[in-house]
């Protein structure tokens, strides 16, 4: 256990390596500089050459890279280009929005997932639980984009419930949180329908009822425990989805997390930004699967760790 | 990196500034109240150095001071930390003589060492200013960009109220550089203390002082008591939130929230808001010193043929273009916006006539006519108008192609000889730094600026205009304003015959405030300290 | 998960059992009707999509409401938005057939290879595919279409390179688990070169899960390629795409709620047919298959 443990990390610490190097390389190919966005548009020839020469973009792109690997080894994402501010520090301050928009989003997300898989499960073939599948194909079919301007045009502009954009209180997560979460409560309900047909099949339900047991009971102590776990246990996988999602819904509701940022970054190609966006999304990544891999075998002894 | 500058009656103001109109302030106005204004972007820098934005350039204007300034809602110039000045009689040496007892929101005295300070960081290469080239006529600029010299020869401190600042060519715009923020003094010690992060922990000599500042949500300035402009500035505290949508941003001014949507009204409200009397009567709106064009490069046949650049020209539905935006602009047809010191009234360039157009074009032999490529910024409404150009091109047969790109690709094309055939520059328009004509010349249509990433994007470059444009600027003498504006209207005149652009529209710009705020009009479309005035506009008692 | 359960007294072909499945059906109807739609474009719309039309704009320039001369109303540039939304499904049709081939193929590709030879081939292609899916998929996207001045066939591309990924993991799995079995060593033994069992013995075997997941890929496809024109990284104008029909309108989403949501509409549907035909068409093809899409 301790040495694939291990051999985990090291691998997850590759990979994240090979992600700095890739974005590195693709924001090092793009067809624009960052000197000009810097220097403005009266800056002279000699002003665009000094803060490139300031900045090290003159030097080969090896050489570039394998400064920003020591800066990072030493916990430093650089400087932003155009904010001029430490990127850790911008990260740091807009990294708590994106954390508590994903926790919302992932508790709405299996709040609606699963009493939709739980309430299809126990009207298994009936008219219900045919109109919940029907709607879980839905979520899954209904971009972001498309699901964050319908509620803002319902909930915000008509109905004036709540806010049209912005941070600080609860009713202003309201709206992001829903739309992240209801991309991904289709899966979630489709995972907890076949978890939960399963466990109702199994033995130990079978006994459990022949012992008298009310159908509520049965289905609150014995079923759900058993249902529920492997399917939360998917968190991890998830966090890649949300990651992706955060861009759209921060961007179209004002929220001042890491995918605003991002967002603002590459249209301004503040390339040491975008960077450590993306490793930040990848660490998360990694993490999530990482967590994924372990906990999964732990609660689900079916399946067994490599 | 839009800065509207805007005038209406501009009086260059080189005579003594003493014998300058200066501001006549609001009987109504009254010290007190705080206020909320709302951006879309987030502020990027509150260094005067370095600040080039929408956003942080009337916040920079808010926290510190130049030697020179402008009368509030005017493009005159007025004494600022400098109470006066002498001028050489060849115009070469400026003597500043500072005023006395300006403090430093640290409580500072400010002395010329400072004034010597801020301009030897501005030109410094590692303080990365965007603006360093504009004091390249001060004697020693050229040592200070090569990195040979760390202070300029030509600033000078005499004492510790005088200044004096020797040019190394004659500059009829140096005082307007004096007003610019990359000019503006900081204290040394604080630049030391920060470092880079001088641009969040500010200090000037300015009305306002920053008092918080939460990355990517919100700043907080509250009023400077010692400040040197005494009664002013008028608010108590001002509260800047940024990450706001301009159409929520207008929204929340509608319920009250706020008091100024920073970034003005957005098209998809501006009907609604226009049609209602009440809104209408917060509105202010006012031409800004920025023309929108198409650059045709010189470089990419067949635009190297004056025939097609002119049928290009005659092409355009600019009326149509102009709807589109709501209105929100007026069709133009010559590189100066009106309102900007050389205009020509009487100039009317190439009136709409597809027919002609297709003509000419034929003439040059491309009577089927050809193929190419329109580049364009790729957010609202330049995607929509660089359409609306492509379906007039194809009405005279040109077929372009539009590459819709984040601003800093368009940029990058532009810059390379050959990359771009068309740019529309909405989104990154020429908007001038400071109202002259000369700043609609040098960096976006002389040969210098037609140089591999330069922003002349026509590669237009014509040496008899150039050494024109050189002759125009080195007229200092006062008395001299009227001919130097009549050579720059020659000089533009004859940009146009040689027709590098189609000049399309100048915009209109519209911005609303909450009915609890006072203040003339004109504060809320200052032409200088854009969008807002901060500095003296007032909460109604 | 069968709506419909399928009778067990008499064996039926695939084509036949997909076509019980009553939310199959209705999935294959819309996706007849788009495709239909989208090649009958120039016999159905009264205006040419690109066409801006000056009685398209009221004269302070805003669009026109849905009414019976513009069904769907006009854009921001009077432009009739029937005609744009039926224009707009050949390229999302395109890029989802074109996009989603070419991840198909690079997917079984990387999966099969890596699955086969387990060695250091294997090896390098799976880590490479685990440092794939550790990107966010949309910043990916969004760097690579700014690298390439985006065009239609450079959308499909980008996409493409991002969506394989997925594939080559579940081939990879399936690819591992048959090389194994032993008909395979069978083959080995009696002298088959490797391209013949992989593409004769192999390949045959992962036809069902190639099928599945191009269909129910078709509509991660349409989402990615909308979601990119939506952040104005996609398809150029004035092609119409979905997506950039609401980049385009999109802050007009109240005071012209119809630029925004009916193109929003079409994007869901689309989407959601490909996704009811293709989970039926795992139900029916491969009952083992299950898990995220």
């Known amino acids: ?306 | 990196m839009k800065k509207l500058l805007a005038s209406t009656a501009l009086v260059l103001a080189l005579s003594v500034p003493a014998l300058a109109q200066d501001y006549t302030p609001d009987p109504a106005a009254k010290q007190g109240g705080e206020i909320t204004v709302t951006y879309h972007d987030d502020v990027a820098t509150l260094d005067p150095a370095i600040g080039y934005d929408w956003q942080n350039w009337s916040m920079i204007k808010s926290l510190f001071d130049g030697l020179m300034d402008y009368v509030p809602g005017t493009t005159t110039l007025r004494p600022g930390l400098a109470e006066s000045y002498d001028v050489s009689k060849d115009g070469m040496t400026f003597t500043f003589h500072l005023r006395a007892g300006v403090k430093f929101t640290n409580g500072r005295a400010m002395t010329a060492d400072d004034v010597k300070y801020s301009l030897d960081r501005v030109t410094l290469p590692a303080t990365q200013s965007p603006g360093a080239g504009f004091f390249s006529s001060i004697k020693g600029y050229d040592k200070m960009a090569d990195g040979s010299a760390t202070n300029l020869e030509g600033v000078k401190v005499v004492d510790p109220l005088t200044v004096e600042i020797t040019l190394n060519r004659p500059d009829a715009t140096f005082l307007q550089v004096m007003a610019l923020n990359f000019s503006y003094i900081v204290a040394k010690e604080a630049v030391e203390a920060s470092g880079a992060d001088f641009g969040k922990h500010p200090v000037g000599t300015g009305a306002f002082k920053l008092t918080d500042w939460t990355l990517g949500q919100q700043l907080v300035f509250e009023r400077n008591a010692d400040y040197w402009r005494a009664g002013e500035p008028y608010l108590d505290k001002i509260t800047f939130q940024v990450g706001q949508e301009p159409v929520v941003a207008l929204l929340r001014l509608q319920k009250g929230e706020i008091d100024i949507a920073g970034d003005g009204i957005p098209p998809a409200k501006f009907t609604e808001v226009m049609a209602d009397p009440a809104q209408k009567a917060l509105v202010v709106s006012q031409a800004s010193l920025q023309t929108g064009y198409i650059t045709m490069n010189l470089n990419v046949a067949p635009f190297d043929k004056l025939e097609v650049r002119e049928a290009i020209n005659m092409a355009i539905n600019k009326d149509r273009i102009t709807q589109i935006i709501n209105g929100r602009a007026t069709p133009t047809g010559q590189v100066l916006p009106p309102g900007m010191p050389g205009y020509d009234p009487d100039f009317k360039g190439f009136a709409y006539d597809p027919a002609a157009a297709k003509a000419l074009l034929a003439k040059a032999g491309f009577a089927d006519g050809f193929e190419t490529q329109l580049f364009v910024y790729n957010t609202d409404p330049n995607p929509r108008i660089a359409q609306a150009i492509q379906q007039d091109l194809a009405n005279i047969g040109v077929k372009a192609a539009i590459q819709s790109l984040a601003q800093a690709n368009v940029i990058q094309a532009g810059g390379e000889p050959t990359s771009a055939p068309m740019i529309w520059s909405g989104g990154m328009a020429w908007a001038a730094d400071f109202p002259d004509p000369s700043d609609f010349f040098g960096p976006i249509l002389s040969c210098q600026a037609a140089d591999p990433g330069g922003w002349n994007w026509a590669h237009y470059c014509n040496k008899d205009l150039d050494a024109a444009a050189t002759a125009a600027d080195a007229m200092t003498d006062p008395a001299q304003t009227a001919d130097r504006m009549k050579a720059w209207s020659a000089i533009m005149g004859k940009v146009m015959a040689d027709a590098p652009w189609v000049p399309v529209f100048n915009e209109t710009r519209y911005t609303m405030h909450s009915p609890r705020l006072g203040g003339a009009s004109a504060l809320y479309a200052d032409p200088v300290a854009t969008p807002v005035n901060f500095d003296y506009i007032y909460v109604k008692p | 998960m069968a709506f419909v359960a399928a009778d067990p007294t008499r064996p039926a072909g695939p084509i036949r059992r997909l076509l019980r499945r009553k939310l199959a059906v209705l999935g294959l109807v819309v996706i007849a009707l788009v495709v239909g739609g989208a090649l009958a474009a120039p016999y159905i719309v009264a205006h040419a999509p690109d066409e801006q039309m000056f009685d398209g704009l009221t004269l302070e320039g805003a669009p026109m409401a849905p009414s019976s001369v513009y069904l769907f109303g006009t854009d921001l540039l009077g432009r009739d938005l029937f005609s744009r939304i039926l224009y707009g499904a050949r390229t999302s049709l395109i890029i989802g057939v074109v996009a989603n081939g070419l991840s198909l193929l690079i997917g079984t590709i990387v999966g099969l290879l890596a699955g086969y030879f387990k060695g250091w081939i294997g090896a390098a292609l799976m880590r490479f595919t685990d440092l794939m899916m550790a990107f966010p998929a949309l910043l990916l996207a969004i760097c690579l279409a700014a690298i390439f001045q985006p065009s239609l066939w450079i959308v499909a591309l980008v996409i493409a390179l991002v969506n394989w990924v997925q594939t080559a993991r579940v081939i990879y799995t399936e690819t591992s688990s048959l090389a194994t079995r032993d008909f395979i060593a069978a083959e080995r033994t009696l002298g088959a070169g490797t391209g013949r069992i992989l593409i004769h013995h192999i390949l045959p075997h992962l036809l069902p899960t190639i099928i599945v997941w191009g269909t129910l890929g078709i509509s991660t496809t349409v989402l990615l390629e909308a979601t990119l024109s939506f952040l104005g990284v996609g398809v150029q104008p004035p092609t119409p795409s979905w997506g950039n029909i609401i980049f385009e309108n999109q802050t007009y989403f109240q005071s012209a709620p119809w630029l925004v949501f009916i193109p929003g509409a079409a994007i869901i549907l689309l989407a959601l047919a490909f996704n009811l035909v293709g989970d039926a068409l795992r139900d029916v093809l491969d009952p083992t298959q299950r898990g995220r899409g």
């Open chain 1, 1 to 306: 256990m301790a040495s694939y443990l291990l051999r985990r990390l090291i691998q997850s610490a590759l990979i994240l390596l090979g992600v700095a190097f890739i974005t590195f390389f693709l924001l090092y190919v793009l067809p624009a500089d960052p000197v000009r966005q810097i220097a403005g548009r009266s800056a002279s020839p000699e002003t665009v050459a000094n803060i490139r020469r300031e900045l090290g973009l003159d030097q080969p792109f090896i050489a570039q890279f394998l400064r920003y690997l020591g800066g990072l080894l030493h916990g430093d994402f650089g400087r932003s280009y155009l904010q001029k501010t430490q990127v850790a520090e911008l990260i740091a301050s807009r990294l708590p929005a994106t954390l508590l928009l994903m926790a919302a989003g992932i508790t709405c997300e299996l709040a609606l997932g699963l009493t939709m898989g739980i309430a299809a499960a126990l009207t298994k073939g009936r008219f219900t639980d045919q109109i919940l599948m029907m709607t879980s194909f839905v979520t899954v079919s209904a971009p972001q984009f498309v699901v964050s301007l319908l509620l803002l045009y319902v909930f915000a502009v008509q109905l004036s419930w709540f806010p049209v954009g912005g941070y600080g209180t609860f009713r202003h997560l309201v709206l992001p949180a829903v739309t992240l979460g209801i991309l991904g409560s289709g899966w979630y309900a489709r995972m907890m329908r076949s978890s939960m047909i399963e466990v109702m099949a199994a033995d130990f339900i079978r006994t459990a009822r022949a012992k008298g047991l009310t159908r509520a009971r049965v289905v609150l102590r014995h079923a759900l425990p058993n249902a529920i776990l492997p399917v939360i246990a998917m968190i991890g996988i998830d966090i890649g989805v949300f990651m992706g999602g955060v861009v759209v819904v921060e961007s179209v509701f004002a929220w001042p997390g890491i995918g605003q940022l991002a967002w603002q970054a590459i249209q301004r190609i503040d390339i040491p930004i975008i960077m450590a966006v993306t490793l930040v999304s990848a660490v998360a990544i990694v993490i999530g699967n990482l967590l994924a891999d372990f906990i999964i075998p732990f609660i689900d002894p079916r399946i067994k760790i490599r």
